[in-house]
């Protein structure tokens, strides 16, 4: 049985090893890179209101990287470890708004502890990762041989498969978060839809883990009501003065 400690103290290696491995097979993309400085900007805003919905969180060591991959994906470990493949930046033409949607519901994922629960439950991960090892490893474009260990954490990360009610929880905890940190709500329904239209062009990754779109799409429209106001108000306005969200297109071939 895994102790919280232990996990956040296993997550924390993991995502070191991943970090320097990428790095060593160019694939970390450098913080002086206007990418990265963009998802460190979005993540400072999220985080003071993290705590609300853990108080531990509140002694996170929050990192936030992008790793250069094809891959349409991203998560957050134990302990506020973020990662984003370049692949979700890109195929889906991501709006701030947007980013701050994804990264909130990655965040409540840390927050809520589903990953802790679930890797506690699975006694079998490491053998899981290993497995999925290779699929990783062609991200980065390396030997699966030589890094079983490396590559298995990031499939392991990314290959979490979440309860339909974990998922209903990370969206609306993830609506809340993004909103009092002055992000748009609406971006929730647009970055579903874009998704949907990305997915059905080709088989995006963060789909297998992240299924029932429109389901996703009528929940976070019901809790609208609850969040739009709050994000007004970072506005200084109130919903009815607000105009109509505004995303950007995917890009034409992704
Ligand atoms: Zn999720």
């Known amino acids: ?8 103290e296993q997550s924390k290696l993991q995502y070191t090893q991943l970090l320097t491995e990428a790095k060593q097979k160019n694939a970390l993309v450098p913080p002086s890179d206007p990418r990265v400085q963009r998802l460190r900007a979005i993540a400072s805003r999220i985080v003071p209101y993290a705590a609300r919905w853990n108080p531990a969180a509140a002694d996170w060591k929050w990192e936030v990287n992008l790793l250069n991959s094809d891959q349409v994906n991203a998560f957050c470990m134990p302990g506020g470890r973020i990662a984003f493949f370049s692949g979700i930046l890109t195929k889906l033409n991501l709006t701030d708004d947007e980013v701050a949607m994804v990264m909130g519901h990655e965040i409540s994922h840390a927050l809520r502890e589903h990953a802790r629960k679930r890797m506690v439950e699975s006694s079998a991960t490491s053998a899981v990762g290993k497995l999925l090892g290779a699929g990783v ?9 030589l890094t079983d260990t490396v590559a298995g954490i990031g499939a392991q990360m990314i290959s979490l498969k979440f309860s339909r009610g974990e998922e209903t929880e990370a969206d609306i905890v993830g609506l809340d978060l993004a909103a009092r940190a002055g992000f748009d709500p609406r971006a929730g329904i647009t970055l579903w839809q874009k998704m949907g239209a990305a997915g059905s062009r080709q088989p995006l990754e963060i789909l297998s883990t992240h299924p029932g779109g429109e389901s996703r799409i009528n929940e976070m429209n019901r809790n609208m009501p609850l969040v739009l106001p709050v994000y007004a108000r970072t506005k200084g306005t109130t919903v009815d003065k607000l105009p109509p969200y505004q995303s950007m297109p995917l890009p034409p071939k992704a």
């Open 137 to 145: 490893s062609a991200y980065f474009g390396i030997d699966p041989r």
């Open 1 to 8: 049985m895994r102790t919280k400690s232990t996990v956040n």
